[in-house]
């Protein structure tokens, strides 16, 4: 009996047909290939005993001088820190913090849907006190009252015979001097009861929206004998409102950056733009929260970066998203007066800032080797260190090359790798192309509204850049693809995962689930033992996959399909359509233990035939 050895490539090939794949891997699901060889990608386990509150964007372990571990991570409604990656997180939060949008949306802009949102909304009161929504502008009929209103809507109400239940804003929003001004935030909202509390100001709404009575109004309800409709109409939430148009403007997920400085964890969200720091060898660190670096740091950043010359350099600064600022050496905390100031340049110090030359927005800044790579939407900058009087100078690295979110940049062995809009980069002293053998499968089915969740992450233990992004019918990541930066193969698979941190600090990475846990991953298998057929979770959707533990087994006690770990060829060919092939059996080398490999044959005699797919062996 002949044989014939099947040779594939490491790596999946996907620009293309299946059939233009000969002699490739097509698809994979949680695998790779390590020094050639096809392996899974290891397991995870959940570590967190507890969730936070909002979306994690960010997750960054690090340890203090007294070797204490801790993992930080970045929300868009708080900051959070867990002792030894365990147990529940502890809220840092500086309490005036701004908090930022959890999900990235398309705006609508100015002008879009009726002025003030009039007559949109009109509520029927029944007996029991709750509200039957009857929304006449869309034509629908509703009881949830969370289609329609949000926490922080500015409401008016009319059509009550209570009279205090009918409410109006007495000043226009956004008057600067406004005695007595009034007007009505919802506080609460469920699916059938909505509450709203009175604001009252005397300096006008501008100084503060949560500056509310001490006596909230009671919950909106007819009075007695009510015979007319009471009408509740919500002002128009900008970039956030129920109208389908079109729009190119794209409002994205609030995210973080961490860095260190000595112990010190420093910290900025580009939602709130000022620079905060947390000291984990102060008394009691648990009970601190975040505070701000200096009294005349720059505010409304996008985000920091400590340098190797131990200097906090901020981008986006004060608003501008093509300004770069620095403080002066060793030194991020003075202040005495504006000029006084670490961050102010004199020529006693080494602090500065400058612009770079750029037609688009700065986006993220990155540590490599002893240079900082500048990364904007359109385009590349390296910022070198070249000491007093300018401290640090900049140029022009790479065009056309702009990077397509702020979390989508890996770095590893003095390179940095990023993810396009329709391609994939590097700089290792020059900016290139990757040419990938997976970007037609990525960028054809791809989501940009969120690319302010996508993100990436060094896998340095197996040479692996790891890219998680939203397939184009997704609201959250879903998907990822893999790039081997010593073999130089591809993959692609599915898991929902909203930020990731490589090994160091503890023994593996570390990643954060859609459901706010964190997870241990790279788990690896442990010992020998056989996978039951009963007793076990068997995940049957990608959500559900991403949110259980996965253990690594050695081999199953039956030949039943899971489908959790695979991956499908393109087409071998034999003969030239002048004979078929009977295939009778498939050696493999493998030790994964009993059905720890198992495959199923598909053929048909033209690309275009309908595909035979044979029982699982």
């Known amino acids: 009996m002949a044989l014939t050895e099947l040779k594939l490539q490491p790596g999946v090939w996907r620009n293309g047909s299946q059939y233009e794949a000969k002699g490739r891997y097509y698809d994979a699901q949680l695998v790779r290939w390590h020094n050639g060889r096809l392996r899974p990608v290891g397991g995870w386990q959940k570590t967190t005993a507890s969730a936070f509150d909002g979306t994690g964007r960010n997750v960054f372990p690090f340890a203090d001088n007294s070797h204490f571990t801790y993992v930080a991570i970045g929300t868009n409604e708080a900051a959070y820190v867990y002792a030894n990656s365990q147990g529940s997180p502890t809220d840092i939060t500086i309490s005036d913090f701004v908090a930022g949008n959890e999900t990235g949306e398309v705006g609508k802009g100015f002008g879009v849907g009726p002025f003030n949102g009039t007559a949109d909304f009109v509520k029927t009161l029944q007996a029991d006190d709750l ?166 740091a720059p505010t409304a950043c996008t985000g920091v970066i400590v340098t190797s010359e131990r200097h906090m350099m901020a981008y986006g600064a004060g608003g501008n998203t093509k300004k770069i600022a620095w403080c002066t050496q060793e030194d991020y905390s003075t202040y005495s007066s504006s000029s006084n100031n670490a961050w102010y340049p004199a020529a006693t110090n080494t602090a500065g800032d400058f612009l770079i030359e750029t037609p688009g927005d700065i986006k993220t800044l990155q540590k490599v080797a002893d240079r900082i790579l500048v990364l904007t939407d359109l385009d590349a900058h390296v910022i070198d260190y070249v000491g007093p009087p300018y401290v640090y100078g900049r140029r022009k690295a790479g065009s056309s090359c702009g990077i397509i979110g702020r979390r989508v940049a890996a770095v590893f062995h003095g390179a940095c790798a990023w993810m396009g809009k329709g391609s994939f980069f590097m700089f290792n002293g020059a900016v290139r192309d990757l040419n990938s053998d997976v970007a037609e499968y990525v960028f054809d089915d791809i989501n940009e509204e969120k690319a302010s969740h996508f993100f990436a992450f060094t896998n340095s233990r197996y040479d692996e850049v790891w890219w998680f992004y939203a397939s184009s019918g997704a609201t959250e990541n879903d998907r990822y693809v893999i790039w081997n930066f010593r073999e130089n193969w591809w993959s692609i698979g599915q898991l929902e995962r909203t930020a990731m941190a490589d090994q160091g600090v503890f023994d593996n990475p570390i990643g954060i689930s859609t459901d706010s846990f964190l997870y241990n991953h790279e788990v690896k298998r442990s010992g020998s033992t056989t996978r039951a057929s009963t007793g076990i979770t068997v995940p049957t959707t990608v959500a559900e996959l991403s949110k259980i533990d996965r253990t690594l087994a050695y081999g199953l006690s039956d030949s039943s399909e899971t489908a959790q770990c695979y991956v499908e060829t393109g087409p071998f060919e034999s003969g030239r359509g002048d004979r078929l092939t009977v295939a009778k059996r498939l050696v493999t080398d493998s030790s994964a233990g009993t059905y720890g490999v198992r495959f199923r044959i598909k053929s048909r005699l033209t690309p275009e035939d309908t595909e035979s797919t044979s029982s699982i062996y």
């Open 131 to 296: 509200f039957v929504v009857d929304n006449n502008e869309f034509g629908s009929t509703s009881s949830d009252f969370t289609d329609y209103f949000a926490v922080n809507d500015i409401v008016t109400t009319s059509g009550f015979d209570n009279a205090g239940n009918n409410l109006s804003v007495t000043v226009s929003i956004g008057a600067d001097n406004a005695n007595d001004s009034v007007f009505f935030i919802v506080t609460a909202v469920s699916s059938t009861r909505l509450t709203v509390k009175k604001h009252t100001g005397s300096t006008g709404p501008d100084a503060s929206l949560d500056t509310y009575n001490t006596t909230p109004l009671t919950t909106l309800n007819e009075g007695a004998g009510d015979s007319s409709n009471p009408i509740i109409k919500r002002s128009r939430r900008f970039g956030d409102e129920d109208y389908d148009k079109n729009s190119s403007l794209v409002t994205g997920a609030a995210t973080w950056d961490f860095d260190m400085w000595g112990e010190h964890l420093i910290g900025c969200c580009d939602s709130d733009g000022r620079i905060f720091y947390w000291n984990p060898g102060a008394g009691s660190p648990y009970a601190q929260k975040f505070a701000l670096v200096n009294a005349g």
